[in-house]
C-alpha cells in the first residue's frame, strides 16, 4: 500500500461511511431525475444537471444517465430535421419511448414523423394507474372507434410496443382510452411531415 503514488493514498483516506453516502445520495437524485422526467423535459434536465455537478462519484454519472434515459426526448435520439435523423421502416422501425402517467399525461405529449415512416411505439407506465396506448387517424383515436390500433393493459413500470406505419398526410393522434384518461387530457398529436 505504501507504495501506491500519492493520488490513491488520499482517495483510500476518505472514510467508507462517506463513500457509502455518496453512493446513496447517487441513487436518491438518479430516483429524484427519474421522478421529475415524469413532469416534463425541463425538469428532467435540470435535475440531470444537478447530478452532473455533484460529479467525482462513478455512482453519479451512472444516475445522470438514467435521468437522460426517462427525459421526454433524448431517448429517442434525432428526430425529423435534426442531424443524425433515419426514418423508420417497415424492416427497421425507428423507437419511439412514450412515458404513460403518472397522471393523465404521455411524455412526449406530442410527436414528429415523417410521411410513410414506420415507428415502434414502446409505452411504459409509470405510476400506480393502469393505461393504455392508441395510434392512428386523429377522428378514430378521438372517437375510441373499433380497430385502431391500440396496446392496453400497461401497468405500473410494463412496457408494451406498437407499431405503426404513417401512410398519409394525417392527421394523426395517439391517446389513452382507459375510464376517463381521454376526457382528462392523456393524447398527443402527431404531426407528418414530408422529409
Ligand atoms: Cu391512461
Known amino acids: 500500500?505504501?507504495?501506491?503514488?500519492?493520488?490513491?493514498?488520499?482517495?483510500?483516506?476518505?472514510?467508507?461511511?462517506?463513500v457509502l453516502a455518496v453512493a446513496i445520495l447517487a441513487l436518491v437524485v438518479g430516483t429524484?431525475?427519474?421522478?421529475?422526467?415524469?413532469?416534463g423535459r425541463s425538469g428532467g434536465f435540470s435535475m440531470m444537471g444537478g447530478g452532473g455537478m455533484m460529479g467525482g462519484a462513478g455512482m453519479m454519472g451512472g444516475a445522470g444517465m438514467m435521468g437522460g434515459t426517462w427525459s421526454a426526448n433524448p431517448a429517442n435520439g434525432p428526430q425529423p430535421g435534426e442531424a443524425g435523423f433515419v426514418a423508420g421502416t417497415v424492416a427497421a422501425p425507428r423507437v419511439i419511448r412514450?412515458?404513460?402517467?403518472?397522471?393523465?399525461?404521455?411524455?412526449p405529449s406530442g410527436i414528429t414523423v415523417v410521411r410513410g415512416e414506420t415507428i415502434a411505439f414502446?409505452?411504459?407506465?409509470?405510476?400506480?394507474?393502469?393505461?393504455e396506448f392508441m395510434v392512428g387517424?386523429?377522428?378514430a383515436v378521438a372517437a375510441d372507434?373499433?380497430?385502431?390500433?391500440?396496446?392496453?393493459?400497461?401497468?405500473?413500470?410494463?412496457?408494451?410496443?406498437l407499431t405503426f406505419t404513417f401512410e398519409g398526410d394525417?392527421?394523426?393522434?395517439?391517446?389513452?382510452?382507459?375510464?376517463?384518461?381521454?376526457?382528462a387530457g392523456m393524447r398527443g398529436a402527431v404531426t407528418v411531415v414530408s422529409s
Open 122 to 131: 414502446q409505452v411504459t407506465t409509470m405510476g400506480p394507474t393502469t393505461h
Open 145 to 161: 372507434q373499433e380497430g385502431t390500433p391500440e396496446v392496453d393493459d400497461i401497468g405500473m413500470m410494463q412496457t408494451r410496443s
Open 137 to 139: 387517424p386523429a377522428t
Open 1 to 18: 500500500m505504501d507504495s501506491q503514488p500519492q493520488a490513491q493514498r488520499s482517495a483510500q483516506a476518505i472514510p467508507t461511511w462517506f
Open 32 to 39: 429524484a431525475a427519474l421522478t421529475a422526467t415524469l413532469f
Open 98 to 107: 412514450v412515458i404513460a402517467g403518472p397522471g393523465y399525461t404521455f411524455s
Open 170 to 183: 394525417g392527421p394523426y393522434a395517439f391517446a389513452c382510452h382507459a375510464a376517463g384518461h381521454y376526457e
